[in-house]
């Protein structure tokens, strides 16, 4: 599961979510996944959502038996059936969550969860290292002080850092860290950091708001 950003059970909300992956591959006869090819992509998207949707939360014995009739409809196509299988999912009451509903979801996910190394994963496109720390961008033990815990661990808040990087940060104030020389604009594109005239802890409310719309339009063309 490393070749999608997933390398702990911790980040694998439940097992039976990827048993339709593992069907299809058995169907297929596919020796291996081929990273570099569009069902590749396509099962990665199908598992990352199913995941922050909590699809296979609750009875799956039917949602299982579903998807398997769906794929064995659809072995033809050269392509994993994704639609096919949301609109099965969709018949079973479970939703993916959209709009006002995935907003309501970025701002519920918080630090150090499975469902923020995903969100974390689709911001970087998996090209973060494998296995990063994730770091409040305005420090905690600062901003816990003026706000509550819910805002200051939410994901609006967070990067993926590696482990020296991340003790270097320490509780470093955040315009400060933005200021240092090797934080290029490329970086700010990359980490979706939000325009703003100035990003001291007066402005965190709205830093924080900026961030979550820019996480939330990333986060829905992926889903797209």
């Given at each position: 599961m490393e070749c999608v950003g997933i390398n702990n059970k911790s980040s694998l909300r439940s097992n039976n979510a990827i048993i339709p992956i593992i069907y299809y591959v058995y169907k297929k006869d596919m020796k291996e996944i081929d990273t570099t090819k569009k069902d590749f992509v396509i099962l990665r998207k199908y598992l990352y959502i199913v995941l922050l949707n909590g699809i296979f939360g609750g009875q799956t014995d039917a949602i299982l038996t579903d998807s398997r009739n769906t794929i064995n409809e659809k072995l033809k196509e050269d392509i994993f059936p994704l639609s096919e299988l949301f609109k099965v999912f969709s018949l079973k009451n479970k939703t993916i969550r959209k709009e006002e509903e995935l907003m309501e979801l970025l701002e519920e996910i918080k630090y150090n969860t499975d469902?923020?190394?995903?969100?974390?994963?689709?911001?970087?496109?998996?090209?973060?290292?494998?296995?990063?720390?994730?770091?409040?961008?305005?420090?905690?033990?600062?901003?816990?002080?003026?706000?509550?815990?819910?805002?200051?661990?939410?994901?609006?808040?967070?990067?993926?850092?590696?482990?020296?990087?991340?003790?270097?940060?320490?509780?470093?104030k955040f315009k400060e860290w933005l200021e240092e020389p090797n934080r290029s604009e490329e970086y700010r594109e990359i980490n979706l950091i939000p325009k703003m005239d100035?990003?001291?802890?007066?402005?965190?409310?709205?830093?924080?708001?900026?961030?979550?719309?820019?996480?939330?339009?990333?986060?829905?063309?992926?889903?797209?």
């Open positions: 469902r923020s190394r995903l969100i974390l994963n689709i911001i970087y496109k998996n090209n973060s290292i494998l296995e990063f720390q994730e770091d409040h961008m305005f420090p905690k033990s600062k901003m816990i002080k003026r706000y509550s815990r819910k805002i200051v661990d939410n994901i609006a808040n967070l990067q993926p850092l590696g482990s020296f990087t991340n003790n270097s940060k320490n509780n470093k100035d990003y001291n802890e007066d402005n965190f409310e709205e830093f924080i708001k900026k961030r979550r719309n820019l996480i939330f339009e990333a986060v829905k063309e992926f889903f797209n």
